[in-house]
């Protein structure tokens, strides 16, 4: 099921209208009518927004059916999801609908990838580990250039922001606590 199937699909499920899920996400009507028609790719900003409206969260969106539960995650069944506007693609590394109060992801970030052209904050801690390429990430008022093999850990309350300032694709583990998706 496409995305915006799955998301037609929940709303339904809850009785909402179009309208309802516009009032509720703060996003516009037609913006959730292309979403739903799969006429845009929304990011991960407005994914944020919408599951949230649905009272779910964004891997549920991308998840076909619900795993068994298991503590060990097959690489072919991991949990995909891409994000085209922002040139991320995401694979979940712990069991989809996890109970677990940390969020392990393999992404893979195009060249010119980025968190966005602003630093944000939120609430947690981060980790990453640079698998392959490299990746740039700013914390607070400092600038940090990772190549293979290289990681960093910091709270996500001071403002920071990521991209991919190399011409090929990097690989990176982020884990995230508490979950962001």
């Known amino acids: 099921m496409k995305l915006g199937e ?3 699909s929940m709303r339904l499920e809850k009785h909402m209208t179009l309208r309802d899920l516009s009032r509720k996400s703060g996003c516009s009507l037609g913006f959730l009518s292309q979403v ?3 006429k845009v ?3 991960i900003s407005s994914l944020r927004k919408i599951s949230d409206a649905l009272d779910t969260n964004i891997i549920s969106l991308f998840e076909e059916e619900k795993s068994i ?3 060990v995650v097959r690489k072919a069944h991991r949990g995909k999801f891409e994000n085209k506007r922002s040139k991320v693609k995401y694979e979940l590394l712990r069991p989809q609908f996890s109970d677990t109060t940390i969020e392990a992801l393999y992404m893979y970030l195009e060249p010119g990838a980025k968190s966005g052209a602003e630093p944000h904050t939120h609430d ?3 980790l990453v580990i640079v698998i392959k390429g490299r990746l740039k990430i700013e914390v607070g008022s400092k600038n940090y ?3 293979v093999g290289d990681s960093a850990v910091y709270k996500s309350n001071i403002p920071h922001r990521w991209m991919n300032p190399w011409d090929k694709t990097t690989e990176v583990i982020w884990v995230n606590h508490p979950p962001t998706f």
Do not use: A, F, Q
Request: charged letters at 45%; zero cysteines.
């Open 69 to 71: 539960n298991s503590i």
């Open 6 to 8: 799955k998301i037609r």
């Open 124 to 126: 947690g801690e981060e």
């Open 145 to 147: 250039l990772l190549e």
């Open 41 to 43: 790719s929304p990011t």
């Open 36 to 38: 739903e028609r799969d």
